[in-house]
C-alpha cells in the first residue's frame, strides 16, 4: 500500500476511530484479575504521559535530532519538555528516529509521540510480522500514517503549517549522500519512512526511481545542514551519553549485501568515524556557547530494537526530565 501523505482530512471522509482493547471481558471478576495484572507490552506509566497542545509563539532557530532506533524515546521526552515549557523553535530537522519524533514537534502534539511508541511497540503491524508483510520491513508506517494516527488524535493542519520547516535526511544509495527532504515540497510520510527504514532487515523506499535507506546510514547527527540553512540557533538532541563512542571499523555485512553500490557502503563504513568526529565538535561548540546541546544525564542502555516497555518508559522520562531542568538555560540561549 503507498503510503499516504500528511494532510488535512474531512471530517465526513475520516475513518471512525478504532477501539483499542475493545474485546468484551467475560464476567467482572475476570475484569478485576485482569485489573491486577499489568499489560506488559504496554508501558505502565502511559496516563502519565502528558498531553495537549503546545502553544503558538515560536523561537527563531533550529532543532536538531538524531537518530538511534528506540533510543529516540529520549528525544521524545525532550521535545515534550519543550513543548509543555513553551519551548517551540520554528524549524527542524531529523535523521531516523529524529525524523519520526519530529513531526510531533512541529505539529504541537504533546505527548503524541511517546503515546505511539509506548502503546503500540508490540503491535505487530507496527513493529513485527505484520510490518514485514505489509511495508517490507521491521516498521509499520502504512499502519502508523493510515490508522495509529487517527486513534492518536493528530493536527495535520497544524503539522502543514507552512510558517515552519521540518528536514527529513534520507540516504541515497547510488550516491551515498545524505539528502534532506522538506515538508511543502515532497510526501513527507514518504521522506519520513524512507529516512528511517533500517538498512539489512529492510527493503530500500524508492523516491522517483532512486532507492533510499536509513538516513543514519551516513549521518548520524544532522547538524550539518543547520548550519548550511544559515541557522543562528542551534539545539542539538543527542540520543547517547556525551562519552559514548562509536567503533569504527567497517561492516563486512554492508559489504556483501549491498555490493551493487559500493558509494552507499563506503558512507556506511564512514558513518562511525563521522559520528564520533561530530560528537567532538558538538561538544566544543557547546561548551562555547555557540550551540545548545542536550544529551543523557546517564548511560543508555536501550538497544536499537528495545522491548522491555518499562526500559523504554524509564528513557522517556529521563528526556523529560533532563530537558526540564535545563529549560532556564535553553531559553536564554535562544533569548541571547
Known sequence: MDIIELVPRDDKNKKAEPEINAEPLAD????????????????????????????????????????????????????DA????????????????????AIGYIAG?????????????????????????????????????????????????RLNDPSRRLAVGVTNMLTGKTEYMEKGSCNLSAAIRASATVPYVSRPV?????????????????????????????????????????????????NRMYRKYPEFVDAMNAAEADFNRMTDELAKLHGEGKIYAIAPSEPVNVSRFEGDMEKLGALYWLGYNDAKAQIGGIKDYLMK
Open 28 to 79: 467482572p471478576n475476570m475484569k478485576a484479575e485482569a485489573a491486577e495484572k499489568p499489560d506488559r507490552k504496554i508501558y505502565s506509566g502511559i496516563d502519565d504521559i502528558p498531553s495537549g497542545s503546545a502553544g503558538s509563539d515560536l523561537a527563531e532557530g533550529c532543532i536538531v535530532l538524531e537518530g538511534g532506533g528506540w533510543r529516540g524515546l529520549y528525544t521524545l521526552g525532550v521535545l
Open 82 to 101: 519543550l513543548m509543555v515549557n513553551d519551548v517551540n523553535i520554528r524549524n527542524a530537522v531529523g535523521i531516523s528516529a529524529g525524523a519520526l519524533s
Open 109 to 157: 502534539e504533546i505527548g503524541w509521540g511517546a503515546r505511539i511508541d509506548l502503546k503500540y511497540r508490540h503491535d505487530s503491524d507496527y513493529v513485527g510480522v505484520g510490518a514485514m508483510r505489509r511495508d517490507h520491513g521491521v516498521t509499520g508506517f502504512s499502519h502508523l500514517f493510515t490508522e495509529l494516527i487517527d486513534r492518536e488524535p493528530f493536527d495535520r493542519k
Open 206 to 254: 524508492v523516491i522517483d526511481g532512486i532507492p533510499y535507506l536509513d538516513g543514519g546510514c551516513s549521518t548520524k547527527i544532522p547538524y550539518d545542514w543547520a548550519v548550511s540553512e544559515g541557522f543562528e540557533k542551534i539545539v542539538v538532541v543527542k540520543t547517547r551519553e556525551w562519552e559514548y563512542r562509536r567503533r569504527e571499523n567497517g561492516g563486512r555485512l554492508a
